[in-house]
């Protein structure tokens, strides 16, 4: 079955990059997605890869895909305070328009 | 488009109460989605709509919950009678299979259920 994995916590210092991993078990997903929530708010795509892509890079975000080893990652360059919230991974499923999120990943930076 | 509106933000009820939780979609979008948010859990597919009909309700705890989506515009998540268990927030998200894979799902704001 569909299965999406994020290590739960990660503390970075301001200006320095953070790197959020997830892992996923369905290799035929086509789209696999970033999303942000922020505190008391719901979940705000953040960026997403297309499956046959290794690497998409958005501004300050960039995205690495191994499709072999189904692991995704998320690079924040020069990550700021309000980079601050929870990280959540999702992938698309076999069953077209259903994502199956990860557990997310609460990004903590300090001064 | 003001995104998925989503209501009441906050709810707090007495046990045993029913709870009717509301979601409209965005104009366009066919298919809409209900989830769970807990500590514990995390963030659960409750059930999904295409087309305003019901595709996959396995999610849905126990009888005591159930949606509808009687148009295209709204939606809602009923619990009847609630228990202290179902405090979570709830969302609601919609998207269209044309765009899934540019847009994702658009998230509304969600409601922040507490069952005392």
């Known amino acids: 079955g569909e299965d999406v994995e994020q290590s739960l916590f990660l503390s970075v210092r301001e200006g320095d990059s953070s790197v959020i991993n997830c892992t996923y078990t369905d290799s035929s997903s086509t789209y696999l997605y970033w999303y942000k929530q922020e505190p008391g708010a719901g979940l705000q795509l953040l960026t997403y890869i297309f499956s046959n892509m290794d690497m998409k890079q958005d501004q300050r975000l960039t995205v690495l895909l191994n499709k072999k080893d189904k692991h995704l990652s998320l690079r924040i360059a020069d990550t700021q305070t309000g980079d601050s919230a929870i990280y959540f991974c999702?992938?698309?499923?076999?069953?077209?328009?259903?994502?199956?999120f990860g557990t997310g990943t609460r990004l903590q930076v300090t001064l | 488009d003001a995104g998925v509106i989503q209501s009441p933000r906050h709810e707090v009820t007495e046990m045993g109460q029913e709870v009717t939780l509301r979601c409209k979609p965005i104009?366009?979008?066919?298919?809409l989605f209900w989830y769970r948010q807990t500590m514990m859990r995390g963030l659960e597919l409750l059930i999904y709509?295409?087309?305003?009909?019901?595709?996959?309700d396995s999610g849905m705890p126990e009888d005591r919950f159930s949606a509808k989506m009687p148009n295209a515009s709204f939606s809602t998540l009923k619990i009847q009678p609630s228990e202290p268990r179902d405090s979570a927030v709830y969302f609601c998200?919609?998207?269209?299979?044309?765009?899934?894979?540019?847009?994702?799902?658009?998230f509304g704001s969600g409601t922040r259920l507490t069952v005392v």
């Open positions: 999702a992938e698309e499923g076999g069953t077209a328009s259903k994502l199956t």
């Open positions: 998200a919609s998207s269209s299979l044309q765009g899934v894979g540019l847009s994702g799902y658009t």
């Open positions: 104009s366009g979008h066919d298919y």
């Open positions: 709509f295409n087309n305003n009909v019901p595709i996959d």
